[in-house]
């Protein structure tokens, strides 16, 4: 019995051990498979070295000199792509990899034929990557012209492309893997040696001209596409006219000339798509106008090197005239205005991203009759400055210390029209006013802007005031903002409040101030009529509002509220107002007083050390009757 029972039990173990062996046999492996093989010419037989193999994402490896491959893969069905110079891209499909187990391949590979392009196409035609294309001199294109995915075509020296406005049109839509490919033809990277001389010559900037897209409408496609070593007129290597409205996309202008951008858009309808493309070691990258909107998806270095971006990092802004709704976000290089007077006009907006950069070649100019809307933050603030200023976004002109910004470069922005809604936030304008003396940016008009919490530095405003709200209407919002190493930082009317917000003078510097260090509330020759009910908060140490001139009028139905600590002062003229409606006039801090007082509000006059004289303005009238408050200084009544 008991012999009986161990040679069951014997049986069972057994039959338990076998179970886990199949049940281990049966365990999914993750061990990689493997991909090998061979490539040949297709023409010849010939084992082909150098041709890369890719499964859509990444390079898997380069056949060796005698054509064999081999690589490890995890398991999976793939699509392999076998590319390399001179030869027509292969394609193997649904290629089955099991883990542990080796997938033998032997490709063979077409050889690229060389087209020569001599004349002018005039009906449409298809070109392939089973060809490379030698353009061999300035040719039309007057019909549509369809590029496949993978192509090369090499511009000759000083050849170049006109698509034309009747009938011309270029579809050139290639894929991640498979660019399709505008260069020199010394360029040997591209398609191989096809000029024949070995190493004799090296693609350079220039090699040749451009392409040039015309007429109202076309609608051109370049999607993958590679532009390189053109610019050879030194104006470009892609240009669209008037009109154009041409989609580039997922492309890259690399080493080109071209003073106006490499891709230059100056002139393209409002339907231009430029999206995801990359720029860089051209002389400028790009140029657009201020009729179709630019996302912050183009980048302007070199991924490989983000040290290498381009002669003249910015966007040029041509074509100074908005015509639509336009929305800018591109803040990784600054826009760049060098017309001398650019437009919105009323019905037209434009909307700035936070972090855009503005400069301005000198003498520029910004006429806003539609809207303007630039809303930063403190973190990331929009900038309105000189195209010599280093300090923001680096050395856009290229001059390196050769020439420095300063008060007065670019002219000003304009903001009119009734009510106009325009906004500033969190914007930083420096070195304008240049025009006449006058301002940086006015609101001019009965305009309604808001105006917070920006930064006005280094800017002339003589006659009128850096921030010129003189002809403003009762909507407008200033506040928030910093004055200092200007002229005169503000100007305003009586019909605008103003809190205690703004401040005329460094925050972290006491002593670096403005030249005129007040806050003006009339035009030279005229009378400031309060208008409305208003406030005057301002009581900043060293700030008065200052009138010039003809004084304040405070009529019936009007009042004016000073806060504690205000100082009014005057240079000539007077105050007029009618029974109560001059309020707080008494309040702790509050004077009326000399313009030439520097003991209240500061040396508001920038003579340095100035004190009042009696006669110096006429004093406060009520009704005819004049006051003779504690408070009224250096008046003549």
Same mark, same amino acid.
């Given at each position: ?16 051990? !076998? ?29 082909? +070295? ?11 490896? #380069? ?20 590319? +390399? ?39 449409? !035609? ?26 090369? &075509?090499?511009f000759k020296d000083n050849a170049a492309w006109t698509v034309m406005e009747t009938g011309g049109e270029v579809v050139a839509v290639g894929t991640v893997q498979l660019p399709i490919i505008f260069t020199s033809w010394h360029d040997d990277v591209a398609g191989?040696?096809?000029? %024949? ?153 434009? #909307?700035?991203?936070?972090? &855009? ?12 009759? %539609? ?13 309105f400055t000189s195209l010599k200023d280093d300090s923001v976004d680096g050395d856009t002109n290229e001059d390196g210390i050769a020439t420095s910004p300063v008060a007065g470069d670019w002219f000003y922005i304009k903001v009119r029209g009734l009510n106009n ?38 800017? !002339? ?70 208008? %409305?009910? !208003? ?15 003809? +004084? ?26 009618? %029974? ?58």
């Amino acid at each position: 019995m008991n012999h009986m029972v161990k040679i069951l039990t014997s049986v069972l173990i057994l039959s338990v051990l !076998v179970l886990i062996g199949c049940d281990s046999n049966n365990t999914p492996s993750n061990d990689p498979g493997i991909v090998e093989g061979i490539v040949t010419n297709f023409n010849t037989g010939e084992l082909v +070295g150098g041709i890369v193999i890719n499964d859509g994402t990444t390079d898997l490896a #380069t056949t060796n000199s005698n054509g064999y491959y081999s690589f490890e893969i995890e398991k999976g069905t793939y699509t392999l792509t076998f590319s +390399g110079n001179g030869f027509v891209p292969y394609f193997e499909t649904n290629v089955e990899v099991a883990a542990g187990e080796t997938v033998t391949l032997n490709i063979q590979i077409h050889p690229i034929s060389i087209i020569e392009i001599s004349s002018n196409i005039a009906g449409n !035609v298809n070109w392939t990557n089973g060809n490379i294309y030698h353009i061999n001199n300035p040719i039309q294109i007057s019909a549509t012209l369809t590029i496949q995915a993978g192509t090369v &075509i090499k511009f000759k020296d000083n050849a170049a492309w006109t698509v034309m406005e009747t009938g011309g049109e270029v579809v050139a839509v290639g894929t991640v893997q498979l660019p399709i490919i505008f260069t020199s033809w010394h360029d040997d990277v591209a398609g191989g040696d096809t000029n %024949g001389d070995g190493n004799a010559t090296v693609p350079a900037r220039g090699d040749w001209e451009d392409i040039v897209i015309r007429g109202e409408g076309n609608d051109s496609n370049f999607d993958y596409c590679c532009f390189r070593y053109g610019g050879g007129n030194d104006e470009q290597v892609v240009r669209l006219n008037a009109g154009t409205t041409v989609s580039i996309t997922n492309s890259t202008f690399a080493h080109n000339l071209g003073e106006d951008g490499a891709l230059n858009a100056a002139l393209a309808g409002s339907a231009t798509v430029v999206q995801e493309n990359l720029f860089y070691d051209n002389v400028w990258p790009l140029q657009i106008n201020m009729n179709f909107d630019l996302d912050a998806s183009n980048s302007f270095f070199d991924p490989s090197n983000r040290g290498l971006g381009n002669d003249y990092d910015g966007i040029l802004v041509g074509n100074y005239m908005t015509d639509g709704i336009i929305t800018w976000d591109e803040a990784d290089i600054p826009f760049v205005f060098t017309e001398s007077d650019y437009q919105i006009p009323a019905g037209n907006s434009v #909307t700035l991203s936070e972090g &855009i950069v503005i400069k301005f070649a000198e003498d520029v100019r910004w006429e806003v009759d %539609g809207v303007l809307t630039a809303n930063g933050t403190q973190s990331n603030p929009i900038y309105f400055t000189s195209l010599k200023d280093d300090s923001v976004d680096g050395d856009t002109n290229e001059d390196g210390i050769a020439t420095s910004p300063v008060a007065g470069d670019w002219f000003y922005i304009k903001v009119r029209g009734l009510n106009n809604t325009s906004s500033f936030t969190s914007c930083k304008f420096l070195y304008g006013g240049g025009y006449d003396d006058d301002y940086t940016l006015c609101l001019y008009n009965d305009t309604g802007v808001s105006v917070n919490f920006c930064l006005f530095k280094y800017n !002339v405003g003589t006659n009128n005031a850096t921030l010129d709200a003189g002809a403003a209407g009762s909507g407008t919002v200033i506040a928030g903002n910093t004055f200092y190493f200007n002229e005169k930082p503000l100007q305003i009317n009586g019909s605008i409040s103003l809190d205690e917000t703004n401040m005329c003078r460094n925050p972290n510097n006491y002593t670096q101030a403005n030249t005129y260090n007040g806050i003006f509330i009339d035009s030279p020759g005229e009378v400031c009529s309060i208008e %409305g009910d !208003v406030t005057w908060a301002e009581n900043e140490y060293g700030v008065a509002f200052v009138s010039l001139y003809q +004084g304040i009028n405070i009529n019936v139905g009007n009042s004016l509220t000073l806060a504690e600590d205000v100082i009014l002062k005057f240079d000539g003229g007077s105050i007029d107002y009618e %029974g109560n409606n001059l309020i707080n006039y008494d309040a702790s801090g509050v004077f009326f007083t000399s313009w030439y007082d520097d003991e209240h509000g500061g040396d508001t006059n920038g003579d340095g050390i100035s004190v009042g004289t009696i006669g110096d303005w006429e004093g406060i009238s009520n009704q005819g009757i004049w006051e003779n408050w504690a408070n009224i200084l250096y008046s003549e009544y």
